[in-house]
Each structure stands twice: as C-alpha cells, then as structure tokens.
C-alpha cells in the first residue's frame, strides 16, 4: 500500500502544510482577530444569569462583603461550574475561559480560584445549596411557561406522577495522597461519594463526598442526602405530589426505609423501590415460588428469558416485620449474561436472581410494570458516568473540604447543562450525552463581529449544528428575566 506522506516548511511567521490525497494543502499562521473557540459555552454562563444561579452565588459566599470586584467569590464559583459543564478537568483549565475575555469577560486566576473554593465552609455549602435550590425554582418555572410542563419518568409508556429520585454511590479513585482517600471495597484508593439524581431531567440534586472505606448501606449517609436532595424540589412541587425513591440493596436498610415511611408524616407523598439482599429465608421464598410470569422489556415486549414472582405472601413474617408495613417482596429470575457475577444459588439453579422491595399498594400496577420501574435505576450509574467527566471524577485537592466544594460545584454543572437541554434545546441535542454536547455545540468556534454597537457571535454557516445553538440562543434571550 502506498505511503502518505505530509512535508512541512517554515516560512516568514508561517508553517505550511501539503496536502494529502484526502485532505486539502494548508497554511498555518497566527494573528487571527475576533475568533473565538468554545462559543457555546456562552449559553451556560447566560443561563446561570437567567436562572438566578450567578446572583444567588454571589450573595451566598458575599456575605460580610463590603467593596465588589469583577472577582466575587459567587460569581469565580459559576465560572468553575460552568468549566466543569464545559468539560474541564483541573482549575487550570481556567485559562481557556479566561483567555477569551471579549466571550466570557474577566476570568480569575487560578489562585483566585483556589482561594475561593478555600472560603468555602460548610455554613457557605449550606447557602450554595439554597441558592441552587432558588436557581432551579425558577428555572422550573421557566420550564413550564415555555414547555408547559416538567418532564416526567415513563415506564413501559406510562408517565409517572410526581419525581423520581435515584439514590446511588460510586468509587472515585486518588493517584495520591488525599485528606480521608482510603482503600475500598473494590480494593482500590479513593473516595466513595453518594449522590442523588432526579430521573427524568438527569439534575443532580444532591452529592456527600465520603471516605473510600465509608459503608454502602449505611444509613445516616442517605438520610442526610436524601434529606439534601428533598430540599432541591421546589416546595409547592415537593408537597402534593407523589416522590418515588430508588436504590440497590444499599438503600434497603429498616433504618432508612423507616425513615423514608415517617416522611409521609411530614406530608410527603413517598414510596421506595429498593434492591435487597438474597438471604436465606429470600432463597426459601423463591425456591417455593411457583407463579412465574414472564417479565418485559422497557418497550413492553416480553424480556427473553426473563421472569419474574411476587414473594410477599411465601416469606417469612419474621423478615416482612423489619420492613415498613405494606412492603412487598417482588424477585425477577434470568439466564445469566456473559461476565455476570453469580452466588452459589444462581450457579445451581441456572438462573441469576434479583430481589427488590416496594411498598407500591396492590392494585397500583402490575408486578411487571414495577419490576420495570425498579430496573429502570439503572439510568443512575450513566448519570454517574457521565457525572465523573463533569467535574467528579477528579478531585483536585489534597484537603477534604475543598474537594467537597469541588463537588458542590460539579452537581452545579451538571443542572446547567441539564436545564440548557430542558429550556433550550430540542430532539436528539436535548437527550444527549454531555460529551456530544460538547463537541457539537459547546466546544464550536465562532467569530466575534462589532457592527453599530452591537456584538455578533456568528457560528459557520456550514457546521451541522448552527441551527441549534442560534435557536438555543434565542430561546435563552426570550425567557423570563429573575426578579431581584
């Protein structure tokens, strides 16, 4: 096969390049003026504006504040966040905002930075939070005069009433030495952070950075986020509409689950669905279980080699007792995929088995469609996944406290690029994943034109993707302004 070959030469400040046989000859020289790269980014830092996020930061670490720069400590943390929605992995990255002061105005320094998420205390958390929360009232409100209506979780072609809320913890890794990094359960080094999503927007409602040898179950963790994450909801949606919890096994502690059922006591509408653990009186269960249904799939069509059983009525009272009344014991049973990691039951009986608890009253769905509905947790872990590119799955400082603000501001955002998709965009860009956001509209070059008093951001005329970030910036200019 015939070798390609690319020759370059220097001449008087440029760098010329030859052509290929599939691509065309180029010279590359600097000095260009009015371009600038990154130029959707500007719709998350115009969206903070919108929203309330930057003014409600700046009040929330301006305390005691007396002379006001370009620099307050609010408005350097939007800019973090929106660094880390933008795909940024380190303070330092930084400078690609700052560099580019005509899009994104002044910028601070990376020691600015530093300094600021160094202020950040747990009182100032608390007040970063609260304004959170404020921002997503509004852009909530936002949501419904444009779209008319919040985005709901749909099982098997059914749209859930009320929130869903998916609780789930990750392993993050340290590559050094770290306040509170230690070894895991994975035989690993790092933290073990709890997290709290809202299902049908992706929002990340609330996250505790934790030791990496903090337990999977354990309860005061998830009472204290689930707790965080309620008080994101807005108050008049949190009261008077149903809030369904998910988690794996680990949230299936009585403690929590109790704690979960004395919350209707508070005037919330809460059920759970919860994974739970295959103990001994569980395998006598399903050994005796003889109703097998066929389970489904997410569209509905049966799951091949799938079914699953209601177990409430054959275990043991003694277990049901330590769940809240009216918990129900739902098992599914499957051919196990490749790779997939099986007890000593599953081995002999062939089948890999799952168990969840619900207390979802009879009659209020089939087993099939809540076994569907439970699975469908599974969405948490793309949540965390793409969570870990958008800020924390790199914490960059040796001290606790810092990398805690640090993940305060990456669930930051995560809610921006969370609401640009809700408010802004439409079809496949507001159900894409946050590195196509990025390559397709984020990360666009563009140039900066002044004509009579007026900046224009004009993006290619041919790039795929204009149509969508011009209508995005449209539709940002004609939401509702905060009232201050």
């Given at each position: 096969?015939?070798?390609?070959?690319?020759?370059?030469?220097?001449?008087?400040?440029?760098?010329?390049?030859?052509?290929?046989?599939?691509?065309?000859?180029?010279?590359?020289?600097?000095?260009?003026?009015?371009?600038?790269?990154?130029?959707?980014?500007?719709?998350?830092?115009?969206?903070?504006?919108?929203?309330?996020?930057?003014?409600?930061?700046?009040?929330?670490?301006?305390?005691?504040?007396?002379?006001?720069?370009?620099?307050?400590?609010?408005?350097?943390?939007?800019?973090?966040?929106?660094?880390?929605?933008?795909?940024?992995?380190?303070?330092?990255?930084?400078?690609?905002?700052?560099?580019?002061?005509?899009?994104?105005?002044?910028?601070?320094?990376?020691?600015?930075?530093?300094?600021?998420?160094?202020?950040?205390?747990?009182?100032?958390?608390?007040?970063?939070?609260?304004?959170?929360?404020?921002?997503?009232?509004?852009?909530?409100?936002?949501?419904?005069?444009?779209?008319?209506?919040?985005?709901?979780?749909?099982?098997?072609?059914?749209?859930?009433?009320?929130?869903?809320?998916?609780?789930?913890?990750t392993i993050v890794l340290a590559h050094s030495e770290k306040e509170s990094a230690a070894a895991t359960w994975k035989h690993s080094f790092g933290f073990h952070p709890l997290l709290c999503?809202?299902?049908?927007?992706?929002?990340?409602?609330?996250?505790?950075?934790?030791?990496?040898?903090?337990?999977?179950?354990?309860?005061?963790?998830?009472?204290?986020?689930?707790?965080?994450?309620?008080?994101?909801?807005?108050?008049?949606?949190?009261?008077?509409?149903?809030?369904?919890?998910?988690?794996?096994?680990?949230?299936?502690?009585?403690?929590?689950?109790?704690?979960?059922?004395?919350?209707?006591?508070?005037?919330?509408?809460?059920?759970?669905?919860?994974?739970?653990?295959?103990?001994?009186?569980?395998?006598?269960?399903?050994?005796?279980?003889?109703?097998?249904?066929?389970?489904?799939?997410?569209?509905?069509?049966?799951?091949?080699?799938?079914?699953?059983?209601?177990?409430?009525?054959?275990?043991?009272?003694?277990?049901?007792?330590?769940?809240?009344?009216?918990?129900?014991?739902?098992?599914?049973?499957?051919?196990?995929?490749?790779?997939?990691?099986?007890?000593l039951f599953d081995t002999i009986n062939g089948k890999r088995h799952q168990v969840f608890a619900t207390d979802t009253p009879v009659g209020h769905g089939s087993i099939q469609f809540l076994?569907?509905?439970?699975?469908?947790?599974?969405?948490?872990?793309?949540?965390?996944?793409?969570?870990?590119?958008?800020?924390?799955?790199?914490?960059?400082?040796?001290?606790?406290?810092?990398?805690?603000?640090?993940?305060?501001?990456?669930?930051?955002?995560?809610?921006?690029?969370?609401?640009?998709?809700?408010?802004?965009?439409?079809?496949?860009?507001?159900?894409?994943?946050?590195?196509?956001?990025?390559?397709?509209?984020?990360?666009?070059?563009?140039?900066?034109?002044?004509?009579?008093?007026?900046?224009?951001?004009?993006?290619?005329?041919?790039?795929?993707?204009?149509?969508?970030?011009?209508?995005?910036?449209?539709?940002?200019?004609?939401?509702?302004?905060?009232?201050?």
């Open positions: 096969m015939p070798c390609l070959e690319s020759r370059s030469s220097r001449t008087e400040g440029t760098f010329r390049v030859q052509g290929t046989r599939t691509r065309p000859r180029i010279v590359v020289a600097g000095g260009a003026r009015g371009v600038v790269g990154h130029a959707g980014t500007r719709l998350l830092t115009d969206l903070a504006e919108k929203a309330g996020l930057t003014s409600g930061f700046v009040e929330a670490l301006g305390l005691g504040r007396v002379r006001r720069s370009a620099y307050e400590p609010g408005r350097v943390a939007v800019d973090l966040a929106v660094l880390l929605a933008d795909g940024g992995e380190a303070i330092s990255d930084l400078a690609v905002l700052r560099q580019q002061p005509s899009l994104f105005g002044p910028v601070a320094s990376d020691p600015t930075a530093w300094r600021v998420l160094d202020g950040i205390d747990t009182p100032a958390l608390a007040r970063l939070r609260a304004a959170r929360a404020a921002a997503r009232e509004l852009a909530w409100t936002q949501l419904l005069e444009t779209r008319r209506s919040l985005p709901a979780t749909t099982i098997l072609g059914r749209r859930l009433p009320g929130f869903v809320l998916d609780l789930d913890a999503f809202l299902d049908a927007t992706g929002e990340a409602l609330a996250g505790m950075l934790r030791p990496g040898n903090a337990g999977s179950n354990t309860a005061a963790d998830h009472i204290t986020v689930l707790g965080q994450a309620l008080q994101q909801i807005p108050e008049r949606h949190r009261y008077g509409n149903p809030i369904l919890i998910r988690s794996d096994s680990a949230g299936s502690s009585h403690e929590f689950l109790a704690h979960l059922r004395g919350l209707r006591e508070q005037g919330l509408q809460t059920e759970f669905s919860v994974g739970v653990a295959i103990t001994e009186p569980v395998r006598t269960a399903i050994t005796a279980a003889q109703e097998w249904v066929a389970a489904l799939d997410g569209d509905g069509s049966p799951r091949d080699g799938a079914e699953i059983v209601e177990l409430t009525d054959l275990t043991d009272a003694g277990l049901l007792a330590s769940f809240p009344a009216g918990t129900r014991l739902i098992c599914r049973r499957e051919r196990p995929h490749p790779g997939a990691q099986l007890s076994e569907v509905r439970h699975r469908a947790h599974a969405r948490v872990e793309d949540r965390i996944r793409t969570g870990k590119t958008t800020g924390f799955g790199r914490f960059p400082s040796r001290q606790f406290a810092i990398n805690q603000a640090w993940l305060e501001l990456a669930l930051t955002g995560i809610d921006l690029l969370s609401w640009t998709q809700a408010l802004l965009l439409d079809g496949a860009m507001a159900a894409a994943e946050p590195k196509k956001l990025r390559y397709r509209l984020l990360h666009v070059a563009a140039k900066l034109t002044r004509t009579a008093r007026t900046t224009t951001l004009r993006i290619a005329a041919g790039w795929p993707w204009t149509t969508d970030l011009v209508r995005a910036f449209e539709r940002l200019a004609a939401l509702p302004e905060p009232v201050t």
